[in-house]
């Protein structure tokens, strides 16, 4: 399988602090084509040997803004850990609830337009519901935890022109952390 062609911007790029417009229906042939791309992509990134014969670094998540796009579009591919993906394909989303706990990833988020070590904590909710499209115009209703939550909230933060690192606090990067819980 070849690599598709997806170039990813530079956090040092204005476009990924733009908030993104929403998306009509129905999606053009290349937006399906991108969306697709895009899922291909993060799931050949988390394959160990892929990675290091593309020199690319895993990603779960994808927003349209760090190609470049400004869709409210989103794509997460989970893997299973039986060599299988769950693709989600996030149009338009908007966050319809959220627990009260928060969590954060204890070796730090990351980011494929972030291309160098960031430290602190950046506090995320536990589970959410979100409600959003399908690449089809279909609406539907999903509820996320733990990983897969934080994915979403990231890749949202996106779609709103904020980056990971704007939510970290420069002067106390592990501010809080007693208070939530580390994932």
Sequence with gaps: MKLPKIEILDEKNPIL???SEEVTFPLDKET?????DSLTYLEMSQDEEIAKKYDIRAGMGLSFVQLGILKRIFVVSED??????????VINPVMKSHSEELIFVGEGEGCL???????GIVPR???????AFDENGDQYEIRVREDISIAYQ????HLNGILFVDKIDPKNPFKNKNKMREI
Excluded at 125 to 131: G, I, N, P, Q, V
Excluded at 154 to 157: G, K, P, R, T
């Design 32 to 36: 399906k084509k991108l969306i697709d």
């Design 125 to 131: 909710y536990a589970r959410c519901t979100f409600t």
């Design 154 to 157: 990231h890749e949202l933060d």
């Design 80 to 89: 299973m850990g039986d060599g299988t993906f769950e693709r989600h394909v």
């Design 113 to 119: 337009s972030i291309n160098r070590p960031v430290e």
């Design 17 to 19: 602090h733009k908030v």
